[in-house]
């Protein structure tokens, strides 16, 4: 039900300012940019569907955890580590350490919010509850950048890795098809392909991929600690001395650029309307993930710069695959990795692709974005034209643009939308007390401040053309908002009285097993 069907006859008849996709807005650009989005409307939204079509409930914490995992492990190391080690040295496992406390603060944050707002929009949907439609809108303009662009950039990586499985046997893709224009070559045919490939699978169906996901995942951790295993029998602890060649200054530039190795753990909380009990289960399945994919983060880096100087790493693509070949000295174990490795950055692929639709489609649903990308296929049960859509332009993007360019992009983008889920979280302790919330942030305030300000110093020191680019996407933003969205945002159609009686009611299920017609019971 659109937002106008839940209100009395007395209310729905003041409506002035035509409907949900009228041309204007009921109030004023300031009061609509502060204007937030009725939180019990939007977990009536969730249970209710679009149009009558809701996304199907399938996922266990198994399944969550592995979501959020599967976006998560593997990009700072499989991808990034050869640009980040030049910057922090042997020190480099400090950098994940950092980046990844730096999650942390904002991840139990996550875990508040997407326990007590069950919903498939992630930080947009928390922001909008809490701080308005404006804020909403860059936060969920950022979300864009950070989901798309960080799959590209992982899809990148996928041709290094090809290349390296077969290295060992004498054969190599010509760059003419596996890099893009800038970097030798014409166009990334196997990044396009993961993307489309993992486009077409979610296409098929959630559950399905969830299910694909997770084996993919176990294959994924199971790499890793073979690397692990083969690379500490070349361990030197001489490798890390001097400890920080580069100083204090350098393991916080590389702790900058590795916390885009932990973008992922929040691909779960996209999942708040396909998850059985997602008040319990998303807030155990944020947790889990950033415990499994720090430790391994750490324990990689050390075996990696345990084996070999850090003064190698520089312009190294495909790190370790390389440092096998060079410890172990047999081909068929580098294409064993690289095997598993291209399946570690295709689970990437598919749970970030998988978030970026859901962003898309609870922004669609507010009429802030097209309506194709929330649209849910009745067959299906999921958003098929908007996944199509992205996949494509996604692919399009990964056989372009070169790696580093978007990684920092993504990083930039995802800082600013952590910081604004720890703000979130001090704005509803403060004025929604009463609300439920089946995780609570432990030593708040401090927690979320904390969080809020590692985002910002690690933004901060990213460099001057990553802000360049980031400010570059926001005036694009602006364009699209006040092109688009403004004029079709269902919350701001909404008179005065409408938007005071949606604000005032509560939206409770009926939750009679005899009545499956999911009426809504008002006070």
Same mark, same amino acid.
């Given at each position: 039900?659109?937002?106008?069907?839940?209100?009395?006859?007395?209310?729905?008849?003041?409506?002035?300012?035509? /409907?949900?996709?009228?041309?204007?807005?009921?109030?004023?650009?300031?009061?609509?940019?502060?204007?937030?989005?009725?939180?019990?409307?939007?977990?009536?939204?969730?249970?209710?569907?679009?149009?009558?079509?809701?996304?199907?409930?399938?996922?266990?914490?198994?399944?969550?955890?592995?979501?959020?995992?599967?976006?998560?492990?593997?990009?700072?190391?499989?991808?990034?580590?050869?640009?980040?080690?030049?910057?922090?040295? +042997?020190? =480099?496992?400090?950098?994940?350490?950092?980046?990844?406390?730096?999650?942390?603060?904002?991840?139990?944050?996550?875990?508040?919010?997407?326990?007590?707002?069950?919903?498939?929009?992630?930080?947009?949907?928390?922001?909008?509850?809490?701080?308005?439609? /404006?804020?909403?809108?860059?936060?969920?303009?950022?979300?864009?950048?950070?989901?798309?662009?960080?799959?590209?950039?992982?899809?990148?990586?996928?041709?290094?890795?090809?290349?390296?499985?077969?290295? /060992?046997?004498?054969?190599?893709?010509?760059?003419?098809?596996?890099?893009?224009?800038?970097?030798?070559?014409?166009?990334?045919?196997?990044?396009?392909?993961?993307?489309?490939?993992?486009?077409?699978?979610?296409?098929?169906?959630?559950?399905?991929?969830?299910?694909?996901?997770?084996?993919? =995942?176990?294959?994924?951790?199971?790499?890793?600690?073979?690397?692990?295993?083969?690379?500490?029998?070349?361990?030197?602890?001489?490798?890390?001395?001097?400890?920080?060649?580069?100083?204090?200054?350098?393991?916080?530039?590389?702790?900058?650029?590795?916390?885009?190795?932990?973008?992922?753990?929040?691909?779960?909380?996209?999942? /708040?309307?396909?998850?059985?009990?997602?008040?319990?289960?998303?807030?155990?399945?944020?947790?889990?993930?950033?415990?499994?994919?720090?430790?391994?983060? =750490?324990?990689?880096?050390?075996?990696?710069?345990?084996?070999?100087?850090?003064?190698?790493?520089?312009?190294?693509?495909? @790190?370790?695959?390389?440092?096998?070949?060079?410890?172990?000295?047999?081909?068929?174990?580098?294409?064993?990795?690289?095997?598993? @490795? =291209?399946?570690?950055?295709?689970?990437?692929?598919?749970?970030?692709?998988?978030?970026?639709?859901?962003?898309?489609?609870?922004?669609?649903?507010?009429?802030?974005?097209?309506?194709?990308?929330?649209?849910?296929?009745?067959?299906?049960?999921?958003?098929?034209?908007?996944?199509?859509?992205?996949?494509?332009?996604?692919?399009?993007?990964?056989?372009?643009?070169?790696?580093?360019?978007?990684?920092?992009?993504?990083?930039?983008?995802?800082?600013?939308?952590?910081?604004?889920?720890?703000?979130?979280?001090?704005?509803?302790?403060?004025?929604?007390?009463?609300?439920?919330?089946?995780?609570?942030?432990?030593?708040?305030?401090?927690? +979320?401040?904390?969080?809020?300000?590692?985002?910002?110093?690690?933004?901060?020191?990213?460099?001057?053309?990553?802000?360049?680019?980031?400010?570059?996407?926001?005036?694009?933003?602006?364009?699209?908002?006040?092109?688009?969205?403004?004029?079709?945002?269902?919350? @701001?159609?909404?008179?005065?009285?409408?938007?005071?009686?949606?604000?005032?009611?509560?939206?409770?299920?009926?939750?009679?097993?005899?009545?499956?017609?999911?009426?809504?019971?008002?006070?």
């Amino acid at each position: 039900m659109s937002l106008r069907d839940q209100l009395s006859p007395q209310s729905a008849s003041t409506a002035t300012a035509g /409907g949900p996709h009228g041309s204007r807005p009921a109030v004023g650009l300031g009061r609509q940019l502060l204007r937030r989005k009725p939180l019990g409307q939007m977990l009536h939204e969730a249970e209710n569907g679009s149009g009558g079509r809701k996304l199907v409930r399938s996922f266990g914490v198994l399944q969550l955890t592995m979501i959020s995992v599967g976006a998560t492990l593997g990009t700072g190391i499989l991808v990034i580590l050869g640009d980040s080690v030049p910057l922090a040295g +042997p020190a =480099v496992f400090i950098s994940f350490l950092i980046a990844g406390v730096a999650a942390l603060l904002s991840a139990v944050s996550y875990a508040e919010m997407a326990g007590m707002v069950p919903v498939s929009g992630s930080s947009y949907s928390y922001t909008y509850v809490t701080l308005g439609e /404006g804020m909403a809108w860059i936060c969920g303009w950022c979300l864009v950048l950070e989901y798309a662009v960080s799959v590209a950039a992982v899809a990148v990586g996928a041709g290094q890795y090809i290349n390296e499985s077969v290295a /060992g046997f004498g054969w190599a893709l010509p760059d003419f098809i596996s890099q893009p224009p800038g970097s030798g070559g014409f166009l990334n045919l196997p990044a396009m392909a993961i993307v489309l490939l993992s486009m077409v699978l979610l296409v098929r169906g959630a559950k399905e991929s969830a299910w694909v996901n997770t084996i993919i =995942v176990m294959v994924k951790i199971v790499i890793l600690l073979f690397f692990c295993a083969i690379a500490f029998t070349a361990f030197n602890a001489g490798n890390f001395s001097p400890l920080m060649p580069m100083g204090a200054a350098g393991v916080s530039a590389a702790a900058s650029r590795v916390f885009f190795s932990y973008i992922g753990f929040d691909a779960a909380s996209t999942a /708040g309307e396909e998850a059985k009990n997602p008040q319990r289960d998303l807030p155990r399945a944020i947790m889990l993930s950033m415990i499994i994919v720090t430790t391994l983060y =750490v324990l990689v880096a050390v075996a990696a710069v345990g084996a070999r100087e850090w003064t190698w790493f520089d312009g190294t693509q495909a @790190a370790l695959v390389q440092i096998l070949l060079e410890v172990a000295h047999q081909p068929w174990i580098a294409l064993v990795f690289s095997v598993g @490795a =291209v399946l570690a950055i295709a689970s990437i692929v598919l749970t970030v692709l998988y978030g970026q639709t859901r962003i898309l489609m609870s922004m669609s649903r507010d009429g802030l974005v097209p309506k194709i990308f929330g649209r849910i296929s009745e067959k299906r049960g999921t958003p098929v034209a908007g996944t199509l859509i992205v996949g494509i332009v996604v692919a399009l993007t990964a056989g372009l643009i070169p790696l580093g360019a978007l990684a920092d992009a993504t990083s930039i983008g995802t800082l600013f939308a952590f910081a604004l889920v720890n703000v979130a979280v001090i704005y509803l302790r403060r004025n929604r007390p009463e609300l439920k919330r089946s995780y609570r942030v432990a030593f708040y305030p401090v927690t +979320p401040i904390l969080g809020a300000l590692m985002c910002i110093y690690l933004m901060v020191n990213l460099g001057g053309i990553t802000w360049v680019v980031f400010l570059a996407w926001m005036m694009v933003g602006l364009l699209a908002y006040f092109g688009y969205g403004r004029r079709h945002s269902r919350v @701001a159609a909404l008179t005065e009285d409408e938007y005071q009686d949606l604000s005032t009611r509560s939206f409770e299920p009926d939750n009679d097993p005899a009545d499956d017609t999911n009426t809504v019971k008002a006070p």
